[in-house]
């Protein structure tokens, strides 16, 4: 396996829904509002933090 950013790997921003995120949690989680309001934020954050 091969670690990567979403920096260096901007192309993954598009895809990582799709093939990471609805794959990997069950189906209720996708339709939390509280969820999908902080989901983005959390890439941000996790994305630019070292």
């Known amino acids: 396996m091969k670690l990567v950013r979403y920096a ?3 192309d993954l ?3 990582r ?4 995120s609805a ?4 189906a209720y989680m996708h339709e ?6 902080y989901w983005g934020a ?3 954050t ?3 933090s070292r």
Not at 32 to 37: T, V, Y
Request: charged share 30%; hydrophobic share 25%.
């Open 17 to 20: 829904h799709a093939e990471l």
């Open 8 to 10: 260096d790997r901007p």
């Open 23 to 26: 794959p990997t949690f069950p």
């Open 42 to 44: 959390s890439t941000l």
């Open 46 to 48: 996790f994305r630019t």
């Open 32 to 37: 939390s509002e509280p969820g999908n309001r």
């Open 13 to 15: 921003l598009e895809r």
